[in-house]
Nanobody
Framework: QVQLVESGGGLVQAGGSLRLSCAAS????????MGWFRQAPGKEREFVAA????????PYADSVKGRFTIARDNAKNTVYLQMNSLKPEDTAVYYC???????????????????WGQGTQVTVSS
């Protein structure tokens, strides 16, 4: 079993920044891909960013490209999402997820991920 715990969410004004963290326990995740997704009220869960095991491949959703940065610290079993220039449309519950196995393709598909955190709320005021 893998447990993922997100933190770092909160209320921020438009243009501000937040850094989300996702700490994993139960298994060393250094060999696996990790992803961030978000879900706004009344909307489906959508892909935000992903990172492969080494950190040298980091696809992003077009809506966050250039503003968000995903990173990982394998020694701490933690993945991060630095969010800059936040917009009201970024308001959502943000979830991290881990994808077991060696394949990284189709990283934006939530069905490819095996374990999920409970989510952390990010609210951006205008």
């Amino acid at each position: 079993q893998v447990q993922l715990v997100e933190s770092g969410g909160g209320l921020v004004q438009a243009g501000g920044s937040l850094r989300l963290s996702c700490a994993a326990s139960g298994r060393t995740l250094s060999s696996y891909a990790m992803g961030w997704f978000r879900q706004a009220p009344g909307k489906e869960r959508e892909f935000v960013a992903a990172i492969n095991w080494s950190g040298n491949s980091t696809p992003y959703a077009d809506s966050v490209k250039g503003r968000f940065t995903i990173a990982r610290d394998n020694a701490k079993n933690t993945v991060y999402l630095q969010m800059n220039s936040l917009k009201p449309e970024d308001t959502a519950v943000y979830y991290c997820a881990v994808r077991l196995g060696a394949i990284f393709g189709d990283s934006g598909n939530p069905l490819k991920y095996h374990y999920w955190g409970q989510g952390t709320q990010v609210t951006v005021s205008s």
